[in-house]
């Protein structure tokens, strides 16, 4: 399908991006577009004959240099690039000459960039040139290029010229010494080295001919080696020529010109790399695709920005990280902020773990140069930088300089100022901890950047004595709008999640890994004398700043202020300034934009989405109803930071505001490809691509993170008929292929019931109930018996919870005995906003706001587990859900066998108790396997038990983990449940609740036989 | 002769400087040192063949472009050097192979530099190769280079590859990006324009061989034209590269690539070329050279700054001005400061008058720049900019900015507080007018900036009512160790100087154009309503200024503080700190060095050197000496500015102490040669290089700016033998050649008698006359009779007032006269000083530091010329100088024809009241002729008169002007005083005391017999 943007002369099918027509207007910008990369460098959509004003640009992770006032940047590598065709004497160039066609392609499936172009020179010959590249996936030092010569009305002389340029430039400033260079049997190369940094960078590059006979000839001019080719070219006939560039720096290895001449050396044609191209890129799209049907403009543009991130995410190199314009451009000189660790990093973190981890450990590479920072500011601890580099030094730049003679100095206080980044970093590695279970990376890395970075807080903060409260003065929050502000309410509440977290790494590290714990207590002079314990002095302090730090939030009315005193700044309209095509700190300066309450994009809102997955406070729904509707308004989206608009897409969504969450949905995704803020000629905009895939998995997907792995709660925008994607929790693979369908009824099972209990987003889910159903079709997964029709069904596994019981009940009264005895109001009505939610998350809604500790919340969770454990003792076969025993009645009359299968450890327990133990011929409980769901081994175990192939085997599960687990296992899935949650499911099913065995089988012969047509 | 300089591998001949060895630790300071150029762009003296970390450079006058922090910078051009020589496949260079002969030599005489090598490549072949390259002083837009290759063990394969490379670099940043490039009939162009401020370079070059049969090939690698040769070399045969660039920019040309290429087509060979840059820079020496004999370091160190000097001096564009660091190097980024107008015009003022007008033109075409910066800083008129590029605004960086991620920010203050640039550039426009004449420019651009730039001033001054004093608080003086003082001493003065000479100045222009003078009037906004005038505000603004500006002035002692409360600073023991080799300021940093009194360079003592031709206030001998013996001892002068040395090489030898001021002289002189101060890198320092030519012609050659023109009073350096250069001065050249002989006698006519007067320096002088003596020889001038050896005298033509008469009785009467009626002391003993020093200086010297305006002292200087007149009257024969009378009867007996050449007017009386008329056969005075002395006309017109051809007649003289005019008119010359005065005659006497026709006829005869056998 393809969509015509006109105004960028652009078309859009599933994969390829088409640029129908050269617009020398757009040159820096579509040069930003059309980049290619591999996780290791990042080339700038430049042409390769080259343009007046184009700037090429290479940028190689890690690869920084020296620069005044921002201190270091992102070194222009040389130029790869440059493949001059010379026609009877006429170089080819798209400002002379005229161009008959012009079609440009990204191909985001494959990372590879083609021009299509026939061309007629000042003379008068026309030529059919075609130019492809790319940046091997399969082999991040290899470079390609291609190229077919067709004379369409000549026969005539034609020299093409293959160079390295060696003069690459950063906004004019090349960073490369020349070192040396040379010629090889294989062509030519380059020995450069940056002119501070010392980096040194070898690269080689041959050159082939086919179709013709040519000779090649090297060219030394110093910094410029070339290789070129004359041949006599006849009408019609097509040479091709193939650019095979290799490049290294000593990043890597001692020798990068020998590595790049020796690889060079060894290197296959064209085809066979772009080959192993293809093949690795269809390995990274396995994981990281989404697709959505019914709206092709988003379906394109949604793999664009996913584009972006792949080839940014360094795969081989856990030094480095991806900038907040990746590797496409100078904007911010390659400097990293916590655009990525919060924008981009989620994405690689479901999708791939391996990158996210590499990116978390960048920073705790560059921890001694946040403790350079800290000690500089005269604070304790690890303050990471603002802007990061190669080392963690502070790099933002001090000041903003014009080069107007007279000009103003205007001072950037975000080096010395904002500090939320020092918890941002440890929400992310506790999140990355959280959704992988990784422990050796959070014991190795994680714990220290958490537990360094916490040290930092309790030597920031300031305690008010009057107030009896902790303060963090001084501040710029997340929005740059207003400097110096007091107990911003993000910083103050991000820090004390940060403290709580890091209690917790504390306990956790003590007790798993004593020896780690003892090194970083030493390292970190966590406890000079004595183990860190509850009597311990950090200890203490941490747990008095947690409990008393300062936040600013009416709890009658869940509205936080931003910071003290903004409700007392003037307030703006921003509809008086509609059609403004700049930043309202542009249209009012930066003196007074500070005086109002305009904010440059979501502070309190980003608050509350950094904790809605979790549930923590302050997050709750009426919170974000409140704070979005005071905030909101106030909001400079279109044109203040580009991080707003994913994020208020996601909110916007689940407050139910469709139209808006789209609207400003759209504003992210097409940032780059419209240039919708002008600025895509500086590169790319990471943290946006990065909102882009939160906005879909998190805010129309629905995924919510649940104690059983990701559960979708999905409510798609108009028009998206399919939406669908892979994620990855806890070691397993989640797939999820959600449909707004044709109202085949499968969504009323999915659909308005409201079981799933989540805390907020029922009211929207029923809106989306009414106006549109989701149909739920089976995930990517193996086929039971693909190849017959007709399923040969012997046995059923049932999980226990929440199929043939359900221990809601128990779970409310444990709760409520926990709550009664800390003397919090609580009752059965307050536990319906617990339904779906997680055990932590439970407890923080019934505490609220109430100052507890993180230990304390640790001690009160085991303790509310501890009565629901006495409460199973006391159940009966009254407990058994609706259905329940009548299907199983029904299957073993059938002859049909039945198994257990549940993780609980109490199963047995629990099956005695219901009364069903006589039914039941195997069970497996949490003692038969190691690995959990959703690894399929518990259920395969039980089809074992039962004597049955998988396939033989069907299993009734009511949680996305289970789903899985069955699919995985190669048997037969019935979901109970919404569809969000368990629509991977052969069949899904609201509960067993009427259900019967010959309906089941009938609906499981269809399925089978409609896959069998379809293979 | 030759010396050599072994720590640098130099040998200095008369004129070439030979370096014996390549040492790649020097490579950066050589590549200064070796620089050539045009007075339209210099080039660094980088290798041909490139070399690891080279810095080539060309820069040509005016092209900036924009460049953080510092603004602007001369954007360093495409590179015309690279000659690559590839030798059967290994490419020459220094940093392979085997270096058997290493020579490269400067040849100042014609700006030429080449290279002598034998080179072993690394595959063993051996091979002579020399390179030569000059920028034509005959057309500034050629450039030229010739290599000779000589195989000297091997027949092989040589290809050379002569580029223009696109890339070149400003410490990394290319201001340039490509427009375009081809190919000629002739060879290779290249059009670049400058990023920011677009002003287009056209560049073309061309290619020849000779001695051997090779085709030119020509490669278009993007930015790097290049045009290669490969021939069949045989061993011990030589060929002949000729590669020959064409230069142009928009700044000459609006189409500056045909302007090169059309050039190119028409040039010349290699020799033709080089031949008219011999002749263009033979008419240039003949004029700017200086020749010392006796020291032969110091001879050819003296030549080589004044190169640097003639290279960068513009002489085809008034709208650019010399930088810092000249046209050789990247320091202070080709910025303009005080440098120019205080140090390095003078040089040009006196032996390239046009190239000092345009240098001043400069700051005319700045006034725009200068008006924009005083009413952003709040002030009124012009203000100009410490650091000044193309438009005259300020571009001295704010900041200091390192790239440590934590250093402190240092504000740099010189753009806002060092104010006397303001005051310092009229005065250099004041003596430029004073010593050339041209009221021309005066009336065009002079006045305005004189003007302008006094309206500044006062709008600055702040009058302090307490003390009734108009006062200039927060600056930055001279000495930039001490920022934000207040009233520093040679601000204040210098301001009040300039408002002197702005009152003058104008109503010299309401006198001479008053229509010129009310365009200024109206353009400056100086009289808005009215015509400038004794009651108008602006005049009576200034005079009170003048009046009451306050002066930190001790009259008892002499001892001027260098600003309020210098003397109550910390004192500082420079001995302390011996064998330093940094400046103060880097051992003590910024902070303490303020509480010190250490200074960075003369203050005080750079007012008394300001002052000291003029003798205006402050200057006198006492408070040269008091001045001297405190603050000298204080000054950083090896470290600190390199403005300093040669000032106090000046003021050391007016003071008599030879050996400091002979070393601290040969810092200055050797400052790039020897690169003392370790920043020979960064470029020449030109303002040394105009100190040095001020401490040789002002200190050692003695010369004093007379009513009556230039007046050597020498006092050479122990050692030199010879000190000979010439001064144009009013419109007219004269010679000096001044001599330190053997004790043959003349010394002590010459010396010792004190005789000339001058208000300083008798001491000295007599210390000189003891310990060495100098012996005077004729000037360069046509010689009288040069091919016969005895003399036909036939007549001889007094000069009248110092040789027949002595007015200075007369003179000291009109001056009494003055003082009495302004209630000034003044007597006999008073008047001792004032011998010798011209009208103005008296003036100043018996006025003190009485406050009078400008208007004040003009008119009495006319007032004592009255009384002068007056006096006339009464002279009698009485009033004739001993030994007059004898020698005119003796004379007369001997039949030699008497004759008078006097530029009085009163002449005629004189004679009758003298009572000689009837011994004299013709008059010439002020009536007689147009031109005065030193043009010959009135001695040629006496000549006339008594019948008589030149060479038969002898001159008397006592002044230098008179000496040079009996020279230039080819007559005999007989100098009476001491030879620092009229040296330059044949014979020099004391008086004519006892002198006897026939001892002079002998000395005559001898002279003549010398010299015959010379020719």
Request: glycine share 16%; charged share 25%; hydrophobic share 25%.
């Given at each position: 399908m393809q969509t015509k943007a006109r105004s960028r002369n652009f078309i859009y099918t599933d994969w390829i991006l088409i640029e129908t027509q050269f617009d020398p207007e757009q040159l820096h910008s579509k040069e930003t577009v059309f980049t290619i990369g591999n996780g290791y460098l990042g080339t700038k959509g430049s042409f390769e004959e080259g343009y007046p004003h184009a700037l090429p640009a290479t940028f190689i992770h890690g690869v920084y240099d020296d620069v005044p006032v921002v201190y270091t940047e992102l070194a222009n590598c040389p130029d790869w690039l440059p493949l001059v065709v010379i026609v009877n004497g006429d170089r080819f160039?798209?400002?002379?000459?005229?161009?008959?066609r012009y079609d440009r392609q990204l191909d985001l499936r494959y990372g590879l960039l083609s021009r299509y172009l026939r061309w007629r020179s000042p003379s008068g010959n026309t030529i059919d040139i075609t130019f492809e590249r790319f940046a091997s996936f399969a082999d991040q030092h290899v470079l390609a290029q291609r190229c077919h010569l067709t004379p369409v009305d000549f026969d005539g002389l034609i020299e093409v010229q293959g160079s390295i340029n060696?003069?690459?430039?950063?906004q004019g400033f090349n960073h490369w010494e020349g070192l040396d260079q040379g010629k090889t049997d294989q062509g030519i190369w380059l020995q450069r080295r940056t002119r501070h940094s010392r980096i040194e960078l070898g690269m080689g590059a041959t050159m082939k001919i086919s179709g013709t006979e040519a000779s090649l000839q090297v060219s030394t001019a110093p910094g410029y080696p070339t290789l070129s080719m004359t041949y006599l070219a006849k009408s019609q006939q097509t040479v091709t020529v193939e650019k095979i560039v290799t490049v290294f720096t000593s990043r890597e290895t001692e020798t990068p010109v020998s590595a790049a001449t020796e690889k060079l050396a060894h290197l296959p044609d064209y085809a066979t790399l772009l080959k192993a191209n293809e093949q690795a890129w269809d390995e990274i799209w396995q994981q990281s695709d989404i697709l959505i049907e019914g709206d092709s403009t988003a379906a394109f543009a949604v793999r664009y920005n996913l584009f972006q991130l792949l080839i940014a995410?360094?795969?081989?190199?856990?030094k480095v990280s991806i900038p907040a314009k990746t590797l496409s451009g100078f904007g911010y000189r390659g400097h990293i902020f916590w655009d990525t660790e919060i924008f981009m990093l989620p994405f690689f973190l479901f999708t791939q773990p391996a990158i996210a981890r590499n990116l978390l450990s960048y920073r705790w590479h560059t921890l001694p140069g946040a403790r350079r920072k800290a000690a500089h500011y005269g604070y304790k601890g690890a303050m990471f930088a603002w802007e990061s580099a190669?080392?963690?030094?502070?790099?933002?730049?001090?000041w903003a300089l014009?080069?107007?003679?007279?000009g103003e100095d205007v001072r950037i206080w975000c080096r010395d100022r904002e500090i939320h980044i020092n918890a941002d970093i440890p929400y992310a590695a506790w999140n990355y901890w959280q959704a992988t279970g990784d422990d050796e990376w959070m014991q190795q890395r994680g714990a220290e950047i958490i537990l360094d970075a916490a040290i930092f807080w309790g030597s920031r903060v300031e305690f008010n004595p009057e107030r009896q409260r902790y303060e963090i003065r001084g501040v710029i929050g997340v929005?740059?709008?207003?400097?110096?502000?007091?107990?911003?309410a993000f910083t103050n509440r991000m820090a004390q999640w940060h403290l709580e977290k890091a209690i917790a790494v504390y306990d956790w590290l003590v007790q798993k890994f004593p020896e780690r714990a003892t090194e970083l207590e030493q390292k970190l002079k966590l406890t000079p004398q004595e183990?860190?314990?509850?009597?311990d002095a950090m200890r203490t302090h941490w747990q008095d700043i947690i409990a008393k730090i300062l936040f600013l939030h009416?709890?009658?009315?869940?509205l936080i202020e931003q910071f003290e005193g903004f409700f007392q700044l003037e307030d703006i309209n921003l509809a008086d300034y509609?059609?403004?095509?700049?930043s309202m700190q542009a249209i009012l300066g930066i003196e007074k934009t500070n005086k109002?309450?305009?904010?440059?994009?979501?502070?309190i809102l980003m608050l509350l989405y950094l904790m809605r997955e979790s549930a923590?406070?302050?997050?709750n729904e009426k919170a974000l109803q409140t704070n979005w509707d005071y905030y909101a308004p106030r909001?400079?989206?279109?044109?203040?930071?580009?991080?707003g608009p994913a994020v208020h897409a996601i909110l916007a969504s689940d407050l139910g505001k469709s139209t808006e969450a789209y609207e400003v949905f759209m504003q992210a995704l097409m940032v780059?490809?419209?240039d919708n803020r002008g600025n895509t000629s500086d590169g790319i905009h990471g943290a946006t691509a990065g909102g882009v895939w939160q906005a879909v998995?998190?805010?129309?997907?629905?995924i919510q993170l649940t104690e059983n792995g990701p559960v979708a709660n999905s409510h798609l925008?108009?028009?998206?008929t399919r939406l669908k994607f892979k994620l990855h929790w806890q070691g397993l693979w989640h797939d999820f292929d959600l449909h707004q369908g044709?109202?085949?009824?499968h969504g009323a099972l999915g659909m308005?019931?409201?079981?799933?209990?989540?805390?907020?987003g029922n009211k929207e889910r029923r809106e989306q109930g009414d106006k549109g159903k989701t149909e739920i079709t089976n995930a990517q997964s193996p086929m039971p018996n693909?190849?017959?029709?007709m399923p040969n069904i012997k046995g059923f596994i049932f999980d226990l919870d929440?199929?043939?019981?359900?221990t809601a009940e128990l779970h409310y009264q444990g709760w409520q005995k926990l709550a009664d005895e800390e003397g919090i109001p609580f009752n059965r009505q307050a536990n319906e906003?617990?339904?779906?939610?997680s055990r932590r998350a439970s407890l923080m809604h019934i505490i609220g706001?109430?100052?507890?500790s993180e230990a304390q919340i640790e001690e009160m969770m085991e303790r509310k587990n501890r009565y629901y454990v006495e409460l199973i003792?006391?159940?009966?076969?009254?407990?058994?859900?609706?259905?329940a025993i009548a299907l199983l009645d029904e299957l073993r009359q059938a002859g049909i066998k039945i198994g257990i299968g549940s993780a609980s450890k109490n199963a047995r327990t629990v099956i005695e108790r219901l009364g069903i133990a006589d039914k039941v011929d195997a069970i497996a409980d949490?003692?038969?396997?190691q690995q959990p769901k959703p690894a399929p081994d518990l259920f395969l175990y039980a089809a074992k038990q039962l004597g049955l192939e998988p396939a033989q085997s069907v299993v009734v599960e009511d949680a996305a983990a289970g789903v899985e687990a069955a699919l995985v296992g190669g048997m037969w899935a019935v979901g109970l449940g919404p569809t969000e949650r368990v629509?991977?499911?052969?069949v899904v099913l609201p509960?067993?609740?009427?259900?019967k065995w010959a309906d089941l089988r009938t609906k499981l012969s269809n399925i089978a036989r409609e896959k069998a047509c379809s293979f």
């Open positions: 160039r798209l400002d002379q000459g005229e161009i008959l060696g003069y690459p430039e950063n995410g360094s795969r081989h190199d856990d190669d080392t963690g030094d502070e790099v933002t730049p001090r014009g080069n107007d003679f007279y929005d740059e709008y207003h400097e110096f502000v007091h107990n911003n183990r860190f314990s509850c009597g009416d709890p009658l009315t869940e509609q059609g403004r095509d700049r109002y309450q305009v904010i440059k994009q979501p502070d923590d406070f302050p997050y909001t400079d989206i279109s044109y203040g930071s580009s991080l780059d490809l419209e998995i998190f805010g129309f997907g629905g925008p108009d028009g998206w044709l109202g085949m009824g308005g019931h409201g079981a799933l209990g989540m805390g907020h693909a190849q017959s029709p929440g199929v043939l019981t359900d906003a617990l339904r779906g939610v706001d109430r100052p507890y003792q006391n159940m009966t076969s009254k407990d058994l859900l609706p259905g949490g003692y038969s396997v629509g991977a499911a052969h509960s067993l609740e009427g259900v």
